[in-house]
């Protein structure tokens, strides 16, 4: 019997993560950058080195009153900032597979391969069933 590999990466770390915002399921910046294992701002300075390779449908900005919303949601007796200097950046499917690509760590670059791995092994269940 082959023996499963763990993940990098809990998948109940990363379902937690995963907001609903304009319609769509997205992670944020700062999420991205602990399973990334990096600072958000390198992760925020990488995004902005390649940014044509983040179209809207990839990456956006939180707007203020989507900020706002999701600050809300949060009970916390400290800042009203929450530590942030900047609106978060939210990272679609696409976008979280493309950042990964263009980080430099080396857990990025396993959770890459992970989700490489994951995606080649569902278009393979999908041949069977045809």
Partial sequence: MKKQKESVVPMERIQQAILFIRGQKVLLDRD???????????????VKRNIRRFPSDFMFVLTGQELAIWRSQFVTSNSDRMGLRHAPMAFTEQGVAMLSGILNSDRAISLNMENLNIQHGISNDEEKKI
Avoid: P, W
């Fill in 32 to 46: 991205l950058a602990v399973l990334y294992g990096v600072e958000t701002k390198v992760l925020k300075q990488a």
